[in-house]
């Protein structure tokens, strides 16, 4: 995660410089939630590095005794960082002075909604650290002696399209020290899929995507090759069944000329996704650069407007009255006795 830390002022109390680290250790924390939840997906994770918020504020405390005690007291503040869940800064009041308390800030996101089909803003409507909830004793029929720590939360976080205001999406992040975890969802992840992409095969394209991102490389690669037949079935018209080298060199015989000859081929593509689909690899420079491929060829058959009508299969009444029309005209009466004769 990249973070753009201000260079801190000249602490002459070590209380101002305490309130300066963890002022930014709550805002690292922030970005890097925010992150986690709008870029990265199922089993990903986001690291903060703390370093530089210490290394900057040590810099520039004026006293020896008052670095001195501020490095006891980050050590400390690292073992034992509780970060709380909560929508906006905590404060504490010790007399008349008040104090910044260590805060997981959860923001408002940039998510996919499926109801808007697009992305939007979302807002936290609740919020919990499960991890909280266990370690004050679980539930009465199931008490439970777990204490996850000072360092480590589990939050299950409901969000809320604030365009449709419909069903939350809803997410569980673990967090262990410094690192954020996307460990679920409900419902599951949407891609959001090129323009480009056909609607009626969308979908697989889609789980493709999500599979791979998930590190699922191999689901991945079969979901591509699975969005490549259908795409070809339905556009030649194919119901009957067909080998699936077949199918693609029926799919590239049917596609207009010039663009056939340059434009990034399925049948080549579907051939070398196979490769590692029928050894049971998680090829992931293949998934990447064939997924390349098969975007560039549908982007060109959008700007090129070419068809996706399959071709109109002859009508059997049709076939029967144009058979009818060039068969020899039946004999009359008088015509067959003559033959007869």
């Keep these: 995660m990249s973070y753009n830390l201000p260079k801190p002022p000249r602490f002459t109390e070590v209380s101002g410089a305490k309130q300066w680290t963890i002022h930014y250790?709550?805002?690292?924390?922030?970005?890097?939630?925010?992150?986690?939840?709008?870029?990265?997906?199922?089993?990903?994770?986001?690291?903060?590095?703390?370093?530089?918020v210490a290394n900057a504020v040590s810099e520039t405390i004026v006293y020896p005794a008052d670095k001195d005690a501020y490095k006891i007291w980050l050590a400390k503040q690292r073992e034992h960082l509780k970060l709380v869940p909560a929508?906006?800064?905590?404060?504490?009041?010790?007399?008349?002075?008040s104090q910044l308390l260590s805060t997981l800030i959860i923001d408002n996101v940039k998510l996919y909604c499926s109801n808007c089909g697009g992305r939007e803003a979302f807002a936290p409507i609740w919020f919990a650290d499960t991890f909280?909830?266990?370690?004050?004793?679980?539930?009465?029929?199931y008490p439970s002696t777990f204490s996850a720590g000072p360092d480590s939360n589990m939050v299950l976080i409901h969000f809320q399209c604030l365009i449709c205001k419909t069903r939350p999406e809803i997410l569980l992040i673990e967090r262990d020290?410094?690192?954020?975890?996307?460990?679920g969802r409900s419902p599951m992840e949407t891609v959001e899929v090129p323009h480009y992409i056909p609607k009626a095969e969308s979908r697989l394209y889609s789980d493709g995507v999500i599979a791979f991102d998930s590190g699922k490389t191999l689901a991945a690669l079969f979901y591509l090759r699975s969005f490549l037949e259908q795409f070809a079935r339905r556009v030649t018209g194919t119901t009957e069944k067909l080998r699936g080298d077949e199918l693609m060199e029926k799919y590239n015989e049917g596609l207009p000329s010039p663009q056939r000859d340059w434009m990034p081929s399925l049948r080549d593509a579907y051939e070398k996704i196979s490769i590692p689909i029928h050894s049971a690899t998680d090829d992931v420079a293949t998934f990447n650069d064939m997924k390349a491929k098969v975007d560039k060829h549908f982007e060109i058959r959008?700007?090129?407007?070419?068809?996706?009508?399959?071709?109109?299969?002859?009508?059997?009444?049709?076939?029967?009255?144009?058979?009818?029309?060039?068969?020899?005209p039946k004999p009359d009466a008088e015509t067959a006795s003559n033959l007869g004769t």
Excluded at 36 to 52: N, R
Excluded at 90 to 97: F, H, K, M, N, P
Excluded at 177 to 183: F, N, T
Aim: glycine share 4%.
């Design 132 to 141: 909280n909830s266990t370690t004050r004793g679980g539930t009465n029929g």
């Design 87 to 97: 929508t906006q800064p905590r404060l504490t009041i010790a007399g008349s002075v």
């Design 302 to 328: 959008k700007v090129h407007e070419i068809s996706e009508k399959p071709p109109e299969k002859p009508n059997d009444k049709t076939e029967e009255k144009d058979s009818t029309e060039h068969s020899s």
């Design 177 to 183: 020290k410094w690192e954020l975890k996307l460990h």
């Design 25 to 52: 250790h709550n805002d690292m924390a922030r970005v890097a939630l925010s992150e986690l939840l709008e870029t990265k997906h199922l089993y990903q994770k986001v690291s903060v590095d703390p370093k530089p």
